[in-house]
């Protein structure tokens, strides 16, 4: 992402950051507060570069010597906080990479500025380390914290920052999105942003992920031929899919997704919405074989199943008296 411009979503996070730049008003530190692939990297990369942008106008311009520095990594002034251990922030690389750093001013930019991904993975006493930074920072320093976990954080450090919290994109600009920028079909473009749930880089994973489209069709193929299968075919198939790594929620979503396409062609004898737009033969004949009631235990049935998984009742047990509903309705 090399403007605001091209991030989808997010207005009120940037629009608080353009102001922020047309305004002069920085803060001293920043949370930027949303699940992983919400974009939370993107946008504290495009606020950074635009803080230390040389040009007039319109930041970043990413034509100045700062913004071709920043994009390659190695603008001096940008300091992204690194972790040796994958599970934990130490308080050492707190007081080494900010505390002891922070002191020392900009070598090129009018600011320094430090990005902090993983912020919820610092321990109470590296966090610590860094509130007494937080409490008289340099006038030139910015600090970026970047979290998954917002209640993993301090409430002191909390108090002294400005949170900026990341929302679902809506399903339409995401869809639009995956067929522009990753180009693939409407019909995929659809699945793939009803499962993602407005985040941006789990929509993009799944759009060139082969394992989800092989669980896809797995899904499908068994959807269609539930009618011919035996009792031996659904236990073999519920004992393949509780092997833990399978990926038993995706299933369930889209035999989710499958049920609730099937039930609104029911309602409405129409293809506009549905979301397997491209299986709309196989949805009509399912819709005219089946019941609302029928297809209202099915959807009933999965939210049960996940709940017996969530609470660790037998996998293949669950899986196989989904199945069972599922071939019975």
Request: with cysteine; aromatic share 6%; charged share 25%.
């Amino acid at each position: 992402m090399q403007s605001f411009a091209n991030v989808i979503g997010q207005a009120p996070i940037k629009e608080h950051i353009k102001k922020s730049l047309h305004t002069g008003k920085i803060s001293h530190a920043y949370i930027f507060y949303g699940e992983k692939g919400s974009g939370k990297k993107t946008l504290a990369d495009l606020f950074a570069r635009a803080l230390q942008c040389e040009a007039e106008g319109d930041k970043p311009c990413n034509q100045c010597i700062s913004c071709k520095q920043a994009l390659n990594r190695n603008q001096p002034d940008i300091i992204y906080v690194q972790h040796e251990k994958p599970g934990i922030i130490s308080v050492d690389e707190i007081r080494k990479q900010v505390n002891n750093d922070i002191a020392i001013k900009p070598y090129s930019s009018e600011r320094k500025i430090y990005i902090i991904d993983e912020a919820e993975k610092m321990n109470v006493q590296a966090q610590n380390a860094l509130l007494k930074t937080l409490e008289e920072p340099p006038a030139y320093a910015t600090i970026m914290l970047l979290t998954t976990n917002l209640e993993a954080m301090l409430q002191t450090i909390r108090s002294r920052c400005v949170t900026l919290t990341m929302k679902p994109v809506p399903d339409i600009e995401l869809q639009r999105y995956l067929m522009r920028e990753v180009q693939v079909p409407d019909y995929k473009a659809s699945i793939c942003t009803v499962f993602a749930r407005g985040n941006v880089g789990r929509a993009k994973e799944l759009a060139v992920s082969q394992e989800f489209d092989e669980l896809k069709e797995e899904t499908l193929q068994l959807i269609k031929s539930l009618s011919e299968k035996s009792l031996s075919d659904l236990a073999a198939f519920a004992k393949a899919k509780a092997d833990k790594s399978s990926n038993t929620e995706g299933f369930l979503e889209l035999l989710q997704m499958w049920y609730r396409d099937v039930l609104l062609y029911k309602s409405t004898v129409s293809s506009g919405n549905l979301i397997f737009g491209e299986e709309v033969q196989h949805i009509k004949r399912m819709a005219v074989k089946s019941t609302y009631e029928g297809l209202n235990r099915i959807l009933n049935s999965i939210e049960e199943a996940r709940m017996r998984l969530a609470g660790n009742v037998n996998a293949e047990l669950t899986l196989e008296w989904l199945l069972l509903v599922c071939a019975e309705e």
